[in-house]
């Protein structure tokens, strides 16, 4: 009896090891559900942040709205991209910080204040770069911009895309400027840069680095004869109330650009990279059709309220003129203008 009883007690362990082995493998099952990294396989989304300074209704706005709807739809509804416009997370310069450190997943700023990171995409701002808007556009969408926007590798931002801001154009308050020549001693409001400053004295005119935010007083004292922007700006700031001189000759056309947090880049998957990247681009068609409206709209106010606009067929003179900026900064971008023109 006592060796039975031996017998049915060793029997009794054996089962309960053998249903906790069991139990055992359960837990690795549901662990191996959840993938290797941890991560949830559940289809739950993923909702990411997009920065943009401008309004609801401006053409970043609308191109980030679209990369975002494109986003969702290429990745089947697993990321979803909030857009918060008007400045809502910061200046440009404050969110750029937040993009590095990986707070802010995603943003559009101007490709001025990236030169910080990448010398290389100052080029962009060169005076009469591109021969015209489409061949500007095919570099830009193609190889060669993807390229530009990897310089900023290593910097903890990724550029997906550039998209439109408009050709800047010189207005002044004394007279119509057609010519290289008509700009000879007029006071030119710029941007506080060197390349600025070239590129008007190289055209014959002062120029007098100013915030923009003054502008429109020292034009209407005449402190400054005139400045430079694109239409939309001209219009909305009100400078044709006070100089209404417009010449459009497009000398610069600095783009925008959609940017992600290296840090986000790095957890996506090859998968989610593509359909990210293809995102980008293919809503870039979209914001430069909202931005060609805008455009035409402010256009359009403008010569209504009286301004005179002098349209420049012929360039070719303008391009002589500024011949001595490309030799003072032809040694820093040669390689990326030739990239971009041949």
């Given at each position: 009896m006592k060796k039975k009883a031996i017998s049915l007690l060793l029997l009794a362990l054996f089962v309960g090891l053998?249903?906790?082995a069991c139990g055992g493998g359960d837990s690795d099952s549901a662990d191996d559900a959840e993938g290797n990294d941890g991560s949830s396989d559940s289809?739950?989304?993923?909702?990411?942040?997009?920065?943009?300074?401008?309004?609801?209704?401006?053409?970043t706005t609308i191109g980030d709205k679209e990369f975002a709807?494109?986003?969702?739809?290429?990745?089947?509804?697993?990321?979803?991209?909030?857009?918060?416009?008007?400045?809502?997370?910061?200046?440009e310069s404050e969110v750029l910080e937040q993009v590095q450190l990986g707070t802010i997943d995603l943003a559009r700023v101007n490709a001025i204040p990236l030169t910080q990171f990448s010398e290389e995409i100052g080029v962009l701002s060169m005076p009469y770069l591109?021969?015209?808007?489409?061949?500007?556009?095919?570099?830009l969408n193609g190889e060669v911009g993807q390229e530009l926007l990897g310089t900023l590798d290593g910097s903890g931002l990724k550029g997906l895309?550039?998209?439109?801001?408009?050709?800047?154009s010189f207005y002044n308050s004394v007279r119509p400027v057609s010519t290289p020549e008509d700009m000879e001693g007029l006071q030119i409001?710029?941007?506080?840069?060197?390349?600025?400053?070239?590129?008007?004295?190289a055209l014959g005119a002062s120029a007098t680095p100013m915030e923009y935010g003054e502008v429109y007083?020292?034009?209407?004292?005449?402190?400054?004869?005139?400045?430079?922007?694109?239409?939309?700006?001209?219009?909305?700031?009100?400078?044709?109330?006070?100089?209404?001189?417009?010449?459009?000759?497009?000398?610069?056309?600095?783009?925008?650009?959609?940017?992600?947090?290296?840090?986000?880049?790095?957890?996506?998957?090859?998968?989610?990279?593509?359909?990210?990247?293809?995102?980008?681009?293919?809503?870039?068609?979209v914001q430069r059709e909202a931005w060609a409206e805008l455009t035409e709209e402010a256009k359009k106010a403008v010569t209504e309220a009286g301004s005179e606009l002098t349209e420049v067929e012929d360039i070719s003179a303008w391009r002589e003129a500024v011949q001595p900026v490309y030799d003072e900064f032809g040694e820093q971008y040669g390689d990326w203008i030739d990239k971009l023109t041949k």
């Open positions: 053998v249903l906790a289809g739950e989304t993923i909702t990411l942040t997009l920065a943009e300074n401008h309004p609801e209704d401006y053409p709807k494109l986003v969702e739809e290429k990745t089947d509804g697993r990321y979803k991209i909030e857009v918060y416009s008007g400045g809502q997370l910061g200046e591109f021969e015209d808007e489409e061949s500007k556009w095919e570099k895309a550039f998209y439109d801001s408009g050709e800047r409001r710029v941007q506080s840069s060197d390349l600025a400053i070239s590129i008007v004295e007083s020292a034009l209407q004292t005449g402190v400054i004869d005139g400045a430079e922007n694109n239409f939309p700006s001209y219009y909305t700031a009100g400078h044709y109330e006070v100089a209404p001189y417009f010449t459009v000759n497009g000398y610069q056309g600095t783009p925008e650009v959609l940017l992600a947090s290296q840090s986000l880049w790095d957890e996506l998957s090859e998968e989610d990279k593509q359909a990210f990247q293809e995102a980008a681009l293919e809503s870039v068609a």
